[in-house]
């Protein structure tokens, strides 16, 4: 990059339309990798401001993320030594959590990422997360005696149904009467609310005192890859298939290209003869499904009944992840990994050094920040010049 | 309102809207009919308690009504307002909605409140104060957003604010200095949102958002670390006092309502006129509007783009942060980790759905308020339909105003965009 005319040549080149698809890959990674050190270091330093060692913090963090190497180790050891897996699955449990946290990160980050495509700002993900979940958990446990290849599919087809309704509505109104998207996503996730404080403390309320559903049928579970203390399970894949079908769609098929189209300039797409009502309720749908795929996963997989306060605050997660990984689906699914592994991780840090969880948000916005902004990244790390990439996320409020 | 108005292709487009507007009258009369005419208990009668207790206001007596009578009263003025628009239409669409809210919310509680009593002035009260934070958040978005500047990280910068607000205001045993604190704390992050966005040319949501979740984040770090073991000594601040007007307090309903309250609320009662005044009939406002709506030419007339941005989004700040301050050093006098609760979105809400303007957005604040103080009273009078139900209403109530009866609402011209000279 020393080079004054390729430099300039990198400079002056065009923007890709694949995002991080297009253009070397290292280069795509450089500031997102740079801005996350960049965030644990002024993390590590409000640490140190409030008195704790952020060193002794992370390696909590760490181990609390990915598991500590040497019982990993030991683990294998004693599993080809007598044949006894248990030592060995207790010391995966800490990346497997990981990965069962990041798993309705992903799909959250999708259905928010999709929006951005097409220049509509969800807002709404917090909502259709919830409905989803109150669908498939609705058909979970009262439908019996299903076997499991009928009534998994039905419940998680349920969860996405429910969400793509919840995010259906705003995108038609605003297809059709222009009514603004911000405002009726947020209007939805408090009718979802006020919905769910209804049917937990009536309709779907399971035989007790506490405002919880009912556990969902096992043959309606996502199957889980270990035994108990594990609770790693089918629903990660599942969110990997949707990031590539969402890629795929995105980037391969003629009707993606009309959505990023009217996301990039909805007046040119328009006058090129593009629908844009139906591709605004296309997407809000495809949105809302993916947002509500997020719930589902989170009750079929892990939590197997839906109480308040279940979406806690992953709409708002999710408009993050899409930021960060540049609204592009792989991007997404790495940020919601790093959020899994953060987030996972935090929870070993809270209890072994006895740091907050909420340092996590800290950091989370320090980067959003930093990968907003390159040139501060730039200019704290002395680089030249960077491949910059451009592409609209979000249109003021979506004219 | 007197601004955005852009009308195309006119008669067309009045005679569709004076149909629409016309049969949602009729349908909202129906319904009222439907809902609570004919669940009406025939002879009772609703009381309406127009007395506060503990208020300075001169005492009257209670409104007491026959239910049943009051609800077809109403379903006869709806009724009448339709019929009328069919035929001959009327122009404020302020004043059609005014008719659809006030005849439904009356047969409401008319019908809610059969055999028992109501305090429609404890109600009323309630809610100025329940719309105080979403109005000053609303302000932050109109003042911000009139300059081509979205603040989406209002929520964030509340959060912060009314944390500082309660540990300064312990620390110093004096709430003023809280107040201040949360006001200039307010500035200081959306000063830092400016610079990110007119240095930088982030992404505005993009930088909003991050406001946001590092409002979140560090309040419940901060309050987790400090604050929970040491409530006395940081947070316990009390709250401001009530203030009556002399004279004005003791007129009945009205006094209670507007005349006996904290700072904040008149803060709030004085921003919005001010900004009103400001925007509408002052330079600078003619210069803020400029900047919004064409900063090219703003910047041709040699107004200073990037200047007034960053004035009115430090302003914006700054308001948002007395809204911060009521959570806390207004109301309750503590502070609870995420005790904001999305107010801040439904004052962006409220800035949209007000179109921008100071008076329309303390307009959609109130409804939000009064929707807020209603959840209370309800569980209180024990209605036989869930209230939950009920407290969507004002959510969609919303959605099918923005959907068409207003029409569209139109954003300043450069809202969200970067300038570059």
Same mark, same amino acid.
């Given at each position: 990059?020393?080079?004054?005319?390729?430099?300039?040549?990198?400079?002056?080149?065009?923007?890709?339309?694949?995002?991080?698809?297009?253009?070397?890959?290292?280069?795509?990674?450089?500031?997102?990798?740079?801005?996350?050190?960049?965030?644990?270091?002024?993390?590590?330093?409000?640490?140190?401001?409030?008195?704790?060692?952020?060193?002794?913090?992370?390696?909590?963090?760490?181990?609390?993320?990915?598991?500590?190497?040497?019982?990993?180790?030991?683990?294998?050891?004693?599993?080809?030594?007598?044949?006894?897996?248990?030592?060995?699955?207790?010391?995966?449990?800490?990346?497997?959590?990981?990965?069962?946290?990041?798993?309705?990160?992903?799909?959250?980050?999708?259905?928010?990422?999709?929006?951005?495509?097409?220049?509509? &700002?969800?807002?709404?993900?917090?909502?259709?997360?919830?409905?989803?979940?109150?669908?498939?958990?609705?058909?979970?446990?009262?439908?019996?005696?299903?076997?499991?290849?009928?009534?998994?599919?039905?419940?998680?087809?349920?969860?996405?149904?429910?969400?793509?309704?919840?995010?259906?509505?705003?995108?038609?109104?605003?297809?059709?009467?222009?009514?603004?998207?911000?405002?009726?996503?947020?209007?939805?996730?408090?009718?979802?609310?006020?919905?769910?404080?209804?049917?937990?403390?009536?309709?779907?309320?399971?035989?007790?005192?506490?405002?919880?559903?009912?556990?969902?049928?096992?043959?309606?579970?996502?199957?889980?890859?270990?035994?108990?203390?594990?609770?790693?399970?089918?629903?990660?894949?599942?969110?990997?298939?949707?990031?590539?079908?969402?890629?795929?769609?995105?980037?391969?098929?003629?009707?993606?290209?009309?959505?990023?189209?009217?996301?990039?300039?909805?007046?040119?797409?328009?006058?090129?003869?593009?629908?844009?009502?139906?591709?605004?309720?296309?997407?809000?749908?495809?949105?809302?499904?993916?947002?509500?795929?997020?719930?589902?996963?989170?009750?079929?997989?892990?939590?197997?009944?839906?109480?308040?306060?279940?979406?806690?605050?992953?709409? &708002?997660?999710?408009?993050?992840?899409?930021?960060?990984?540049?609204?592009?689906?792989?991007?997404?699914?790495?940020?919601?990994?790093?959020?899994?592994?953060?987030?996972?991780?935090?929870?070993?840090?809270?209890?072994?050094?006895?740091?907050?969880?909420?340092?996590?948000?800290?950091?989370?916005?320090?980067?959003?920040?930093?990968?907003?902004?390159?040139?501060?990244?730039?200019?704290?790390?002395?680089?030249?010049?960077?491949?910059?990439?451009?592409?609209?996320?979000?249109?003021?409020?979506?004219? | 309102?007197?601004?955005?108005?852009?009308?195309?292709?006119?008669?067309?487009?009045?005679?569709?809207?004076?149909?629409?507007?016309?049969?949602?009258?009729?349908?909202?009369?129906?319904?009222?009919?439907?809902?609570?005419?004919?669940?009406?208990?025939?002879?009772?009668?609703?009381?309406?308690?127009?007395?506060?207790?503990?208020?300075?206001?001169?005492?009257?007596?209670?409104?007491?009504?026959?239910?049943?009578?009051?609800?077809?009263?109403?379903?006869?003025?709806?009724?009448?307002?339709?019929?009328?628009?069919?035929?001959?239409?009327?122009?404020?669409?302020?004043?059609?909605?005014?008719?659809?809210?006030?005849?439904?919310?009356?047969?409401?509680?008319?019908?809610?409140?059969?055999?028992?009593?109501?305090?429609?002035?404890?109600?009323?009260?309630?809610?100025?104060?329940?719309?105080? $934070?979403?109005?000053?958040?609303?302000?932050?978005?109109? *003042?911000?957003?009139?300059?081509?500047?979205?603040?989406?990280? *209002?929520?964030?910068?509340?959060?912060?604010?009314?944390?500082?607000?309660?540990?300064?205001?312990?620390?110093?045993?004096?709430?003023?200095?809280?107040?201040?604190?949360?006001?200039?704390?307010?500035?200081?992050?959306?000063?830092?949102?400016?610079?990110?966005?007119?240095?930088?040319?982030?992404?505005?949501?993009?930088?909003?958002?991050?406001?946001?979740?590092?409002?979140?984040?560090?309040?419940?770090?901060?309050?987790?670390?400090?604050?929970?073991?040491?409530?006395?000594?940081?947070?316990?601040?009390?709250? !401001?006092?009530?203030?009556?007007?002399?004279?004005?307090?003791?007129?009945?309903?009205?006094? $209670?309502?507007?005349?006996?309250?904290?700072? *904040?609320?008149?803060?709030?009662?004085?921003?919005?006129?001010?900004?009103? *005044?400001?925007?509408?009939?002052?330079?600078?406002?003619?210069?803020?509007?400029?900047?919004?709506?064409?900063?090219?030419?703003?910047?041709?007339?040699?107004?200073?783009?990037?200047?007034?941005?960053?004035?009115?989004?430090?302003?914006?700040?700054?308001?948002?942060?007395?809204?911060?301050?009521? !959570?806390?050093?207004?109301?309750?006098?503590?502070?609870?980790?995420?005790?904001? /609760?999305?107010?801040?979105?439904?004052?962006?809400?409220?800035?949209?759905?007000?179109?921008?303007?100071?008076?329309?957005?303390? /307009?959609?604040?109130?409804?939000?308020?009064?929707?807020?103080?209603?959840?209370?009273?309800?569980?209180?009078?024990?209605?036989?339909?869930?209230?939950? !139900?009920?407290?969507?209403?004002?959510?969609?109530?919303?959605?099918?105003?923005?959907?068409?009866?207003?029409?569209?609402?139109? $954003?300043?011209?450069?809202?969200?965009?970067?300038?570059?000279?």
């Amino acid at each position: 990059m020393s080079d004054k005319a390729s430099s300039k040549n990198k400079t002056t080149e065009k923007k890709t339309s694949e995002g991080i698809g297009g253009g070397s890959l290292g280069q795509a990674l450089l500031v997102p990798v740079l801005a996350v050190i960049t965030g644990l270091i002024l993390g590590g330093i409000v640490m140190l401001a409030t008195g704790s060692n952020p060193i002794q913090a992370y390696g909590a963090l760490f181990a609390g993320a990915f598991g500590t190497p040497s019982t990993i180790i030991a683990g294998i050891q004693t599993y080809f030594a007598t044949g006894d897996n248990a030592e060995l699955v207790k010391s995966l449990y800490p990346f497997t959590e990981s990965l069962v946290t990041a798993t309705p990160y992903i799909f959250a980050g999708l259905s928010v990422a999709l929006g951005f495509r097409a220049g509509l &700002f969800n807002i709404g993900a917090e909502g259709q997360f919830f409905i989803g979940a109150l669908c498939s958990a609705y058909v979970g446990y009262s439908i019996k005696d299903l076997p499991m290849i009928i009534h998994l599919p039905l419940a998680i087809g349920a969860g996405a149904l429910g969400g793509a309704i919840w995010g259906m509505i705003p995108g038609y109104l605003k297809a059709r009467f222009g009514a603004h998207e911000v405002v009726n996503t947020i209007m939805m996730n408090w009718i979802a609310f006020r919905l769910s404080d209804w049917l937990l403390s009536g309709p779907m309320q399971a035989s007790n005192f506490r405002p919880v559903t009912p556990n969902v049928a096992a043959s309606a579970e996502l199957p889980r890859f270990f035994e108990d203390p594990l609770r790693f399970n089918l629903g990660f894949f599942l969110a990997l298939l949707f990031a590539y079908i969402v890629y795929w769609f995105l980037f391969k098929t003629t009707l993606g290209f009309e959505v990023r189209s009217v996301g990039a300039n909805p007046d040119a797409s328009k006058y090129a003869g593009m629908n844009i009502i139906k591709n605004f309720v296309l997407v809000m749908s495809f949105a809302g499904a993916l947002a509500g795929l997020a719930g589902t996963a989170q009750v079929l997989g892990v939590d197997h009944w839906v109480g308040q306060g279940f979406s806690a605050g992953y709409g &708002f997660d999710a408009i993050a992840l899409a930021l960060l990984g540049k609204s592009h689906p792989f991007g997404v699914v790495l940020a919601a990994l790093l959020f899994g592994f953060l987030r996972s991780g935090a929870t070993n840090m809270q209890s072994l050094a006895g740091i907050p969880v909420d340092i996590i948000s800290i950091i989370q916005g320090l980067v959003i920040v930093f990968i907003a902004a390159p040139a501060i990244i730039r200019w704290l790390y002395r680089i030249k010049s960077l491949k910059v990439e451009e592409i609209v996320l979000t249109r003021g409020w979506g004219k | 309102m007197t601004n955005t108005t852009i009308q195309t292709n006119t008669t067309a487009l009045e005679q569709r809207k004076r149909i629409s507007y016309g049969m949602t009258l009729l349908v909202v009369g129906i319904l009222i009919y439907l809902f609570f005419g004919i669940n009406a208990i025939p002879g009772a009668q609703t009381t309406f308690g127009l007395n506060l207790l503990g208020s300075q206001a001169i005492q009257v007596s209670d409104l007491v009504v026959p239910a049943q009578g009051t609800i077809y009263l109403m379903v006869g003025i709806v009724i009448f307002a339709g019929a009328y628009q069919l035929a001959r239409g009327v122009k404020s669409t302020g004043l059609l909605i005014g008719i659809i809210a006030f005849t439904f919310v009356t047969a409401f509680l008319t019908w809610a409140a059969q055999d028992k009593s109501f305090n429609l002035t404890g109600m009323l009260s309630s809610s100025l104060v329940r719309a105080t $934070p979403i109005a000053l958040a609303a302000l932050c978005g109109v *003042i911000s957003e009139r300059a081509a500047v979205i603040n989406i990280g *209002i929520e964030g910068i509340m959060l912060m604010t009314a944390q500082i607000a309660v540990v300064t205001a312990t620390m110093f045993q004096n709430l003023y200095v809280g107040l201040i604190a949360a006001i200039l704390l307010g500035g200081l992050v959306a000063a830092f949102h400016a610079f990110l966005v007119i240095r930088y040319k982030v992404d505005q949501t993009v930088s909003g958002v991050a406001i946001n979740i590092i409002g979140a984040g560090f309040t419940s770090f901060f309050s987790s670390k400090y604050l929970q073991g040491a409530t006395d000594t940081l947070n316990n601040s009390g709250t !401001f006092p009530i203030i009556s007007i002399p004279y004005l307090s003791k007129i009945p309903v009205l006094g $209670p309502t507007l005349f006996e309250n904290n700072i *904040i609320v008149y803060l709030m009662l004085i921003l919005v006129v001010l900004m009103h *005044i400001l925007l509408f009939y002052t330079p600078w406002g003619l210069r803020t509007r400029a900047v919004g709506e064409h900063p090219k030419a703003a910047d041709t007339l040699g107004i200073n783009v990037y200047l007034t941005r960053y004035v009115n989004v430090i302003l914006g700040g700054m308001i948002a942060g007395l809204g911060g301050a009521y !959570f806390t050093i207004g109301s309750v006098g503590r502070f609870d980790e995420l005790m904001t /609760a999305g107010k801040g979105f439904i004052g962006l809400a409220a800035t949209i759905f007000g179109k921008w303007s100071p008076i329309g957005a303390f /307009a959609s604040s109130l409804i939000f308020g009064f929707a807020d103080s209603l959840q209370v009273k309800l569980q209180i009078l024990r209605v036989p339909i869930p209230s939950e !139900f009920l407290l969507m209403a004002p959510y969609i109530v919303t959605m099918i105003i923005l959907t068409g009866v207003v029409g569209r609402a139109i $954003p300043p011209a450069a809202d969200g965009q970067p300038y570059e000279k």
